[in-house]
């Protein structure tokens, strides 16, 4: 068994971590929650015994200040907290500096997303080759497990793919990852994770299309899909880390990702990037102070911690995996349902923060009682999906599989038409109210229902008071 824990950050995803993984401290020993604004891993750490989440009370979970870039001090805090599994759940770009201190100090290493170079966005894919896989040799060599991407998407979903490999597929053709926010937070505008990460994943669209990189607008390619639960909702084609690794290790002739997106965010989304408020790179004001564009919207926009309270609606994310099975024609949904509320009732978090916070833990135990310790860098596809599948079924990420008919109006069709057919398809409407900017977050029918309803009760009125007089 490997024993004790370090979590690398302290905002929503590792919030959520730290719960799960003080619920399973018997399995995980010690838990260390480190990061730069030590006040952080302490407001974390109050929630947990709030809660009363802390399995064994015996073990340890403390908190310390740290500077992850710097791989000396990782190191050297590894080393004192006899830590042996770093779950890294910082921003992506600390990914390479947090690798490098686990291979030195002979640990294991988990994180949810690819690394990141604060001054490129979109690099030339596959991404795992610029960075990670750089390292794989090394890894090998000092039998060090890190497994990359072992959150939601990327993580659970390429487990799905494993799993379809493994149980239902002879042959596959395509691969869907389906990603749905069905819930409310109540405000203006905001993103469900840190805005910088955010929004640099969607400068450009990389897909694996016929077993090749093809390069799309953002969001130009939409379509519309009936999910579980959730109900219809508009999904565009978008890149994302997993394809990266998928493409690599999972036989497909094209897989591709899409996200859901309503017509409110894209309008702001589109209004930020065309007028340059997205740019990762520094403009000069007149003044002579240099600032990035990118980090100022973050600033301004509502820390995704605080939606957590208010949050309401459901998540959707999933793999729909076209192929065939004994020379039949075969089309399996493999999805996941979290609901808000339900996630801020156990763990004071939204849901989207808990669907990327879980998955790390359970990779964590696997590697802990040794069915995950690869000791090699792997991705999760590469490992057996179903023990890693059946602890989250136990520990609050249920799995969901669903046979869909072939060609049925159940099935989602992702073949990727003339970009002047798709851009034709891909408008979003919105409303806008300077008055009231909530308006543009209520559905138009709805506005025009409402207004009609408060003209019919004004003219009623005005019937009444004249049959008075």
Same mark, same amino acid.
């Given at each position: 068994?490997?024993?004790?824990?370090?979590?690398?950050?302290?905002?929503?995803?590792?919030?959520?971590?730290?719960?799960?993984?003080?619920?399973?401290?018997?399995?995980?020993?010690?838990?260390?929650?480190?990061?730069?604004?030590?006040?952080?891993?302490?407001?974390?750490?109050?929630?947990?015994?709030?809660?009363?989440?802390?399995?064994?009370?015996?073990?340890?979970?403390?908190?310390?200040?740290?500077?992850?870039?710097?791989?000396?001090?990782?190191?050297?805090?590894?080393?004192?907290?006899?830590?042996?599994?770093?779950?890294?759940?910082?921003?992506?770009?600390?990914?390479?500096?947090?690798?490098?201190?686990?291979?030195?100090?002979?640990?294991?290493?988990?994180?949810?997303?690819?690394?990141?170079?604060?001054?490129?966005?979109?690099?030339?894919?596959?991404?795992?080759?610029?960075?990670?896989?750089?390292?794989?040799?090394?890894?090998?060599?000092?039998?060090?497990?890190?497994?990359?991407?072992?959150?939601?998407?990327?993580?659970?979903?390429?487990?799905?793919?494993?799993?379809?490999?493994?149980?239902?597929?002879?042959?596959?053709?395509?691969?869907?990852?389906?990603?749905?926010?069905?819930?409310?937070?109540?405000?203006?505008?905001?993103?469900?994770?840190?805005?910088?990460?955010?929004?640099?994943?969607?400068?450009?669209?990389?897909?694996?299309?016929?077993?090749?990189?093809?390069?799309?607008?953002?969001?130009?390619?939409?379509?519309?899909?009936?999910?579980?639960?959730?109900?219809?909702?508009?999904?565009?084609?978008?890149?994302?880390?997993?394809?990266?690794?998928?493409?690599?290790?999972?036989?497909?002739?094209?897989?591709?990702?899409?996200?859901?997106?309503?017509?409110?965010?894209?309008?702001?989304?589109?209004?930020?990037?065309?007028?340059?408020?997205?740019?990762?790179?520094?403009?000069?004001?007149?003044?002579?102070?240099?600032? +990035?564009?990118?980090?100022?919207?973050?600033?301004?926009?509502?820390?995704?911690?605080?939606?957590?309270?208010?949050?309401?609606?459901?998540?959707?994310?999933?793999?729909?995996?076209?192929?065939?099975?004994?020379?039949?024609?075969?089309?399996?949904?493999?999805?996941?349902?979290?609901?808000?509320?339900?996630?801020?009732?156990?763990?004071?978090?939204?849901?989207?923060?808990?669907?990327?916070? +879980?998955?790390?833990?359970?990779?964590?135990?696997?590697?802990?009682?040794?069915?995950?310790?690869?000791?090699?860098?792997?991705?999760?596809?590469?490992?057996?999906?179903?023990?890693?599948?059946?602890?989250?079924?136990?520990?609050?990420?249920?799995?969901?599989?669903?046979?869909?008919?072939?060609?049925?109006?159940?099935?989602?069709?992702?073949?990727?038409?003339?970009?002047?057919?798709?851009?034709?398809?891909?408008?979003?409407?919105?409303?806008?109210?300077?008055?009231?900017?909530?308006?543009?977050?209520?559905?138009?029918?709805?506005?025009?229902?409402?207004?009609?309803?408060?003209?019919?009760?004004?003219?009623?009125?005005?019937?009444?008071?004249?049959?008075?007089?």
């Amino acid at each position: 068994m490997r024993k004790n824990v370090m979590i690398i950050g302290a905002g929503g995803v590792a919030h959520v971590a730290a719960h799960k993984a003080a619920m399973n401290n018997d399995v995980l020993g010690d838990i260390c929650i480190a990061s730069r604004t030590k006040a952080k891993c302490d407001a974390i750490i109050e929630s947990v015994i709030r809660k009363n989440h802390l399995k064994n009370p015996d073990r340890k979970l403390y908190s310390a200040e740290l500077d992850a870039m710097d791989v000396a001090a990782t190191i050297k805090l590894i080393k004192k907290t006899k830590t042996k599994i770093v779950i890294n759940l910082g921003s992506a770009f600390i990914n390479m500096s947090v690798l490098e201190a686990c291979i030195e100090a002979g640990v294991a290493y988990i994180d949810t997303a690819i690394h990141e170079d604060p001054d490129k966005v979109c690099e030339e894919p596959p991404w795992y080759a610029n960075y990670e896989w750089k390292r794989k040799e090394r890894c090998a060599e000092k039998g060090i497990t890190a497994i990359l991407g072992a959150g939601f998407d990327p993580g659970v979903v390429n487990a799905y793919c494993a799993l379809a490999v493994k149980r239902y597929f002879d042959k596959i053709d395509t691969i869907d990852i389906l990603d749905v926010n069905a819930g409310s937070h109540g405000r203006y505008f905001s993103t469900n994770f840190d805005p910088e990460i955010n929004f640099r994943e969607f400068v450009k669209v990389w897909a694996w299309i016929e077993r090749e990189w093809k390069e799309y607008p953002t969001h130009s390619v939409k379509r519309e899909y009936d999910f579980p639960v959730v109900g219809n909702q508009p999904v565009y084609l978008n890149g994302h880390d997993e394809l990266h690794s998928l493409s690599k290790n999972i036989n497909a002739n094209s897989i591709r990702f899409w996200m859901g997106f309503g017509d409110h965010y894209i309008n702001v989304f589109t209004v930020l990037r065309t007028l340059g408020f997205l740019s990762h790179l520094p403009v000069t004001l007149t003044t002579g102070q240099e600032v +990035v564009p990118l980090k100022l919207v973050k600033a301004l926009l509502p820390d995704p911690m605080t939606l957590a309270p208010g949050y309401t609606g459901n998540t959707c994310i999933g793999t729909f995996v076209k192929g065939w099975m004994d020379g039949k024609k075969r089309e399996v949904l493999i999805y996941q349902v979290s609901d808000h509320k339900k996630c801020y009732e156990e763990v004071e978090s939204q849901g989207i923060s808990y669907t990327a916070g +879980v998955p790390p833990v359970a990779a964590a135990m696997l590697v802990a009682n040794g069915i995950w310790d690869a000791k090699k860098m792997v991705n999760v596809e590469e490992l057996d999906p179903e023990p890693f599948l059946e602890i989250l079924d136990r520990i609050g990420l249920p799995t969901e599989i669903k046979e869909i008919k072939p060609d049925s109006k159940r099935s989602f069709d992702g073949t990727v038409r003339s970009l002047e057919q798709e851009l034709a398809e891909s408008t979003a409407t919105v409303t806008v109210s300077a008055a009231n900017p909530m308006i543009a977050l209520t559905p138009a029918k709805s506005v025009k229902a409402k207004h009609s309803k408060d003209k019919a009760d004004s003219d009623k009125e005005k019937k009444s008071k004249k049959k008075d007089k």
